[in-house]
C-alpha cells in the first residue's frame, strides 16, 4: 500500500510560501525552508510498518504544479496527506479537487486550521479525511494502519458523516523511531533557512510545543494544548548520527520552548561528555525569562549559538493582553544575559493588535532597534499578528466584531485583517521600519567589529538578503 505526504507547489504573485512545520504562514520574497518534522516523522512511522512512502515536497523542491503533480501520477499513492493552514487551505480545496478528477487517491488533510474547523474542509472539498491535534504522525500510521487492515482508528480522526472524538495528546514520544532523512529528502531543507549561520543544517523537535502554552495569537496551542518531551539523552543521540551520517553542521530544535531547568542541563552535559560542541552548532526557541546566566553559559559551552525568542510587543498592556507571562524588564535582561554567555539572541514582534495606537506602535519599533543597535540581539523578525481560527485572540475578536474578513486568503501576513485605528500603510511601514535598522551605522559597525571567519561574511551577506527580502514582504498592495 502506497502513502505519499504531500506539499503542492502554490505559486504566484506573493512569493513563496513557507507552509510547512510553521506556526505563522508567511509568503516570502526571498524563499526559506523548514525541514516539516511532525510529517517525517509520520513518513518514518509508516515506512517502518511496510507501507511504500512517497515524500513530495514541491515547494522546497522547486517544482511547478504540473512537475509536482507528475511526480504524484508516478507515485499513484493510495493515501496522500497533506499538511495545510489557514491563508492556503482554500488553494488547497482547488487542488484536492483536481487531485480526485484525476487520481483515485484518499487525501487526508492535517494542520491547525483543520484542527479549529475540521468540518469546512469536508463540505468545502472532496477531501476523505482530517486529522485533528498535532500528533498527526500517530494518527496518519493510524489511519493507513486502519485502511489497510481495517484496525481501530485513534480518536481526532474525522470523515464524512463521523469521526473518533476529540484527539488526545497520551503518545510516547520517546517511542518514535529516529527520523529516515532520506526517506523525508532532508536536504531540500538544508541550505535555504534563515536561522543558519552555517549549513548543512537541519531540524530537531524534541518537545511538542511550548511548556507556557497561553499565548492567546499561537495557532499551535489548538494543536499542543499539552507539553510533552522526549529524553534528553535520545536528542544526544539524534544529534550524534545527524553529525556522523549526514555531516550536518547546524542543527535548530524547533520544540516551541525547548526543554528547561534539569531536563536542559542533562542534555547540555551530554552533549559535552560526547564532544559534540566541537562540530555542531545548536539553535533553540526559548522563552524570556525561562535561564539563569549560569544555565545560558552551560548552553553556550554545549555548542549553542542561536536562542529564539518571542517579544511580540514593546508594550506592557499587550504582552498582559496575550498572556504571554513577561514584562519589558524581563525581556531586556534575557537579552543582555544570553547575549553576555555568547550566544546569539534573534527576536520576532508582530504588529496589527486592535487595541494598540501609533503611539504604541512605535513603542515597540523603539524597543526592537535598541535590543539591536545595542547588540543584545542579533537578528529579529517582524510581522503583522494574525488571529489564526481556534486561538483564543480569533475567537475574541470574532466575538467582538474585531476581524475585517473571514476570507482566509487574506491571512498571510501581507495585511492586518483585524480592525486597528492604524492606517495599513503605516502599520506595513512600521514593519519594515524595524528591519531598517540593519542600515543603521551603529548597527553596521557592530556587526563588522564582530566579524571572526568566513562564515560570519556569508552570514551577514545571506542575512543581508533576507533584509531586503522581508523589507518587499511588507511593501504593501
Known amino acids: 500500500m502506497k502513502v505519499a505526504i504531500g506539499y503542492p507547489p502554490l505559486g504566484g504573485e506573493k512569493g513563496v510560501p ?26 518514518t512511522l509508516l515506512d517502518r510498518h511496510g507501507f ?17 503533480f507528475s511526480r504524484l501520477e ?100 520517546s517511542s518514535l523511531p529516529m527520523i529516515d532523512r532520506d526517506l523525508t529528502q532532508w536536504k531540500l531543507y538544508s541550505e535555504k533557512n534563515g536561522n543558519y549561520k552555517v549549513t548543512p543544517g537541519t531540524y530537531t523537535m524534541v518537545a511538542r510545543d511550548c511548556w507556557w502554552h497561553r499565548c492567546t495569537f499561537c495557532s499551535w496551542t489548538t494543536l499542543y494544548p499539552k507539553y510533552r518531551a522526549r529524553r534528553p539523552e535520545q536528542l544526544v543521540e539524534e544529534i550524534g548520527d545527524l553529525i556522523t551520517r549526514y555531516g550536518v553542521r547546524e542543527i535548530m530544535d524547533d520544540s516551541g520552548s ?21 562540530e555542531i552548532r545548536l539553535d533553540c526557541n526559548m522563552r524570556f525569562g525561562a535561564c539563569s546566566l549560569e544555565q545560558y553559559r552551560l548552553m553556550r559551552k554545549a555548542g549553542f549559538r542561536f536562542v529564539l525568542f518571542g517579544l511580540e510587543s514593546g508594550n506592557q498592556a499587550t504582552l498582559d ?21 555568547g550566544l546569539n539572541p534573534h527576536i520576532t ?12 506602535v512605535q513603542r515597540t519599533v523603539k524597543l526592537g532597534k535598541y535590543l539591536m543597535k545595542k547588540g543584545y540581539a542579533d537578528t ?19 466575538e467582538q466584531g474585531l476581524l475585517k474578513t473571514e476570507d482566509w486568503d487574506r491571512y498571510d501576513m501581507k495585511e492586518p485583517v483585524m480592525k486597528t485605528p492604524i492606517p495599513e500603510e503605516e502599520l506595513l511601514e512600521a514593519v519594515q521600519s524595524v528591519y531598517k535598522v540593519a542600515f543603521d551605522p551603529e548597527f553596521i559597525v557592530r556587526k563588522v567589529i564582530g566579524i571572526r571567519s568566513v562564515d560570519d561574511v556569508r552570514f551577514i551577506a545571506r542575512a543581508g538578503r533576507k533584509v531586503v527580502g522581508h523589507v518587499r514582504d511588507f511593501k504593501g498592495k
Open 258 to 278: 525547548f526543554p528547561i531547568g534539569k531536563w536542559l542541563e542533562r542534555f547540555c552535559n551530554g552533549v559535552i561528555e560526547k564532544g559534540y560542541q566541537r
Open 18 to 43: 513557507l507552509l510547512s512545520q510553521n506556526r505563522q504562514f508567511q509568503w516570502f520574497c526571498e524563499p526559506t525552508y523548514i525541514y516539516p518534522m511532525v510529517p517525517a516523522s509520520a513518513a
Open 52 to 68: 511504500d512512502v512517497a515524500w513530495l515536497d514541491g515547494i522546497a523542491g522547486e517544482n511547478t504544479y504540473e512537475q509536482w
Open 74 to 173: 508516478q507515485a499513484s499513492p493510495d493515501i496522500l496527506a497533506l499538511e495545510t493552514k489557514t491563508p492556503v487551505v482554500r488553494r488547497h480545496w482547488e487542488i484536492i479537487k483536481d487531485i480526485k478528477e484525476r487520481l483515485d487517491s484518499k487525501i487526508v488533510l492535517m494542520g491547525d486550521h483543520v484542527t479549529a474547523f475540521p468540518e469546512e474542509s469536508l463540505e468545502q472539498s472532496p477531501a476523505d479525511y482530517v486529522l485533528t491535534g498535532g500528533d498527526y504522525d500517530f494518527l496518519l500510521d493510524s489511519l493507513a494502519l486502519h485502511i489497510r487492515g481495517g484496525s481501530a482508528r485513534e480518536p481526532g480522526i474525522f470523515w464524512r458523516g463521523g469521526n473518533t472524538g476529540p484527539f488526545v495528546l497520551d503518545h510516547d514520544l
Open 380 to 398: 529579529l523578525q517582524a510581522t503583522v499578528v494574525i488571529p489564526y481560527p481556534g486561538t483564543p485572540l480569533f475567537t475574541e475578536c470574532r
Open 321 to 341: 493582553r496575550l498572556d504571554k507571562g513577561l514584562t519589558i524588564d524581563e525581556i531586556v535582561l534575557s537579552c543582555k544575559k544570553a547575549k553576555q554567555a
Open 349 to 360: 514582534i508582530m504588529f496589527g493588535y486592535p487595541w494598540e495606537t501609533m503611539e504604541d
